[in-house]
């Protein structure tokens, strides 16, 4: 048996049942300046790829392992990785600015955000969010998650959250990825995707 598909029978996850997933609402965002302020900090960027690392919690890393098991790797997981660094973090926030956040309805003094790259050909595996990082930073328990379109929709661009297929969006467009709803991310076009996670808190 797939042991991936088995980790999701113990979840009770069936795919064939609707879990609603609407738009949220779209930010006013300013493309030319994060795309200016990726290309000036490539250089100080995270270059990750998919798998088990040992700051993630035992269940986020079985979903990394039965990836990496069905065929996830280094060439085909690769993600430029902006806010890992706190000073990027920082700079993120004020590209987003104030009446983005008060939009979401998140405090700005808990907040995280990921700015993420993927070149054509890179995908994000089939997972659920642990947002380990955001609880370990803040120690904010119950933080919401939002999927951001940073650059426009184009070939091969796609978010699926649990049976909702995700596309043709503009930049801004912003949708709420609830606490256990498994997605996944490709990009199988010809030219960059980039995207904002941002994770937080109510205000």
């Given amino acids: ?55 993630l919690d035992d269940y986020s890393n079985r979903q990394m392992t039965n990836a990496n098991w069905i065929g996830y790797n280094e060439h085909n997981t690769q993600e430029t990785n902006w806010g890992l660094v706190a000073e990027h973090n920082t700079e993120l926030c004020k590209l987003i600015g104030k009446s983005n956040f008060d939009l979401l309805g998140i ?53 699926q959250a649990h049976d909702n297929m995700i596309s043709h969006w503009k930049t801004g467009d912003t949708w709420e990825i609830k606490p256990g709803v498994w997605h996944c991310s490709a990009n199988f076009g010809i030219t960059n995707k980039y995207t904002f996670t941002i994770t937080g808190v109510d205000k």
């Fill in 1 to 55: 048996m797939n042991y991936f598909k088995q980790l999701l029978e113990e979840q009770s996850i069936d795919i064939t049942k609707n879990i609603p997933v609407n738009k949220l609402c779209t930010l006013d965002l300013d493309l030319h300046a994060i795309l200016k302020f990726a290309e000036s900090t490539r250089n100080d960027a995270t270059k990750k790829w998919y798998h088990p690392r040992p700051f």
């Fill in 107 to 159: 405090d700005t003094d808990n907040v995280l955000v990921r700015l993420l790259e993927y070149a054509p050909g890179q995908m994000l595996p089939l997972h659920c969010d642990g947002m380990e990082g955001f609880k370990r930073i803040y120690g904010k328990e119950n933080p919401k998650r939002f999927f951001v379109a940073v650059s426009e929709w184009d070939w091969g661009h796609v978010l």
